[in-house]
């Protein structure tokens, strides 16, 4: 019998509950849901609200390095998710959280966790107000996020609005985080201060909220990259047109370190997961306006490809010569 992935697995709920509604909302990071019977007053005007939804799971066995201390685990839980609205340029508002907890955990571990959460809650403006807690085999965070926005549900990018001659952007650099996960799980050499950044990146990873925050308006797609670069750049091309990569930003030492570890550079840049950095596409037309206002915001655009005609491929040109990507990053349930 054949195992079903991750995608599989929802694509045959949603099958099988059928909801009208369910079919508007799904195949994208977050849920956009109309507050049919909420209108607001503001400066004097009435407002269609629409409301934003997003629940992602943590589990330690698939999530967690053992290295993390409980405060960095809760806070991974959260920035998940406001990683998700990041992309999408909605600031999340509150969430509810779901705790699965193993009987080894002590009052301290537990008192770590709040200590994250609260953190988390600071460090990107989330109310934390309620949830559940049970008792599992292992650790289980469950983050329900809710935001609320006044932007009709046509602006905000989703993951299929790609057209050819469109910009490819996004918001950082690419292979600390899978260079950070050979270093802890494989052992894997590497000077000090390269090591240093790339566990930082896993432990205590830091994505640049503020660029989708203040940047969406110009995407006509966008995804953050926690499933990998090549998986979430597949995820924005569509049938008819191909990504073309020919600048991706990497650490200055990557190079070094997968000469020093026989790993292949590409498969730490594409085929990693985690960075939690926004990647995009951007109308030409819209470019110059993102650049102006990134500048104004003092953030970091790269600017990393364009949108093609094309059959639905992930293409990387280096030195005038081109390859295809495998489609390939983190999936649950994957073999």
Not at 165 to 173: C, R
Not at 198 to 212: D, N
Not at 298 to 323: A, D, F, S, T
Request: glycine share 8%.
């Amino acid at each position: 019998m054949k195992r079903l992935n991750e995608s599989e697995i929802i694509d045959l709920f949603t099958y099988k509950i059928n909801d009208p509604l369910l079919d508007k909302v799904k195949d994208d990071d977050v849920v956009i849901l109309p507050l049919r019977h909420g209108l607001i007053k503001r400066m004097n005007k009435t407002s269609k609200m629409n409301i934003v939804l997003k629940s992602d799971m943590l589990v330690e066995s698939t999530d967690v390095v053992k290295i993390m201390k409980p405060w960095q685990i809760a806070r991974k839980a959260i920035l998940a998710c406001v990683s998700d609205f990041a992309a999408k340029g909605i600031r999340p508002y509150a969430c509810l959280i779901s705790i699965g907890l193993p009987k080894k955990y002590s009052r301290k571990n537990i008192a770590s966790l709040a200590d994250g959460f609260t953190r988390a809650s600071k460090e990107y403006g989330v109310h934390i107000l309620g949830g559940d807690t049970n008792e599992s085999k292992e650790l289980i965070i469950d983050c329900n996020m809710m935001g609320i926005t006044a932007l009709p549900e046509n602006q905000i990018p989703r993951r299929k609005g790609a057209q050819v001659g469109d910009l490819i952007v996004t918001s950082g650099k690419f292979g600390y985080t899978s260079s950070g996960l050979k270093i802890i799980l494989s052992h894997a050499n590497a000077e000090k201060k390269f090591r240093t950044k790339c566990i930082s990146s896993v432990t205590l990873p830091k994505p640049q909220v503020e660029f989708g925050f203040n940047l969406a308006k110009y995407f006509s797609s966008s995804i953050d990259s926690s499933d990998g670069l090549s998986l979430s750049l597949y995820e924005l091309v569509q049938k008819k047109v191909d990504f073309v990569i020919d600048k991706i930003p990497v650490p200055p030492n990557l190079a070094h370190f997968a000469n020093l570890n026989s790993i292949k550079t590409d498969d730490l840049i594409f085929f990693g997961g985690e960075e939690y950095e926004t990647i995009a596409t951007v109308p030409k037309q819209n470019f110059g306006k993102l650049i102006n206002d990134a500048k104004k915001h003092g953030i970091r655009v790269y600017h990393v490809g364009q949108v093609v005609r094309g059959n639905g491929n992930l293409i990387y040109e280096q030195n005038g010569i081109r390859r295809i990507i495998r489609n390939q990053g983190f999936v649950h349930f994957a073999k």
